[in-house]
């Protein structure tokens, strides 16, 4: 069984649209992050949720809304999507903070 | 605010040499400083922890160190290989914790046949 599953894997979509991005992890971790990393390859906190309160949020529009139901998911909602949110999205989970364990990624492009 | 310095160039080298890779971080010191390695369209894979009262850790063939004076963490991979060719990123976390990872921008190591 894949640790941290994200789906989809890839996302196309049209300036404008709204679309999300869910993440699993059956790891029992008690933290979920959502990364984004852009056409450069640096890796960018957006979101932490610990024990599902949300702990930290990284000067990320208010366009960008994560929930998370449950210890075990994570998901992301973007709304309005613009031209500058293509990239490859990154889910990951951890015990206390330390040795994340990081989905397989989920690459948007909006044309 | 913190930044992480990595090697921006690509670091080539000759199978069953050593591998050392650099990490330099501005601010103040992490808890703890972390590896990663990132395969082309994968997500990074956990390597090592090391923390600030530790000077070295060792996993199989991979070394890290930590220098808190210096604020630099070095990398090795011993006997490389070409299956060890990939982007291996550092990771800090501030010293109050928070769950707010830095993540440098990694260097690309080739381990040529």
């Known amino acids: 069984d894949t640790a941290v599953s994200q789906t989809p894997k890839y996302l196309v979509t049209q300036m404008g649209n709204d679309k999300s991005i869910k993440c699993e992890q059956n790891?029992?971790?008690?933290?979920m992050y959502w990364y984004k990393q852009d056409s450069k390859k640096f890796l960018k906190i957006m979101f932490s949720?610990?024990?599902?309160?949300?702990?930290i949020n990284e000067t990320v529009p208010n366009r960008f809304s994560p929930k998370s139901p449950d210890k075990a998911h994570l998901n992301l909602h973007i709304n309005s999507l613009e031209l500058g949110d293509s990239a490859v999205y990154f889910c990951?989970?951890?015990?206390?903070?330390?040795?994340?364990?990081f989905g397989a990624g989920t690459r948007l492009s909006v044309l | 605010s913190q930044k992480i310095e990595q090697n921006s160039e690509a670091l080539n080298i000759q199978e069953g040499k050593t591998a050392t890779l650099t990490c330099n971080y501005t601010?103040?010191?992490?808890?703890?400083l972390q590896w990663y390695r990132q395969d082309p369209g994968r997500g990074p894979v956990f390597l090592l922890l090391?923390?600030?009262?530790?000077k070295e850790k060792r996993k199989e063939r991979l070394k890290v160190t930590f220098d808190t004076t210096l604020k630099q963490s070095l990398f090795h991979i011993t006997a490389s290989q070409p299956a060890d060719s990939a982007t291996y990123l550092c990771?800090?976390?501030?010293?109050?914790?928070?769950?707010?990872?830095?993540f440098g921008a990694g260097t690309r190591l080739f381990v040529k046949a």
């Open positions: 990951a989970s951890s015990q206390d903070a330390a040795a994340q364990y």
């Open positions: 790891l029992g971790h008690d933290t």
């Open positions: 949720y610990n024990n599902k309160e949300l702990i």
């Open positions: 601010n103040y010191s992490p808890a703890y």
């Open positions: 090391i923390r600030e009262n530790e």
């Open positions: 990771a800090l976390d501030p010293p109050t914790g928070g769950f707010k990872t830095i």
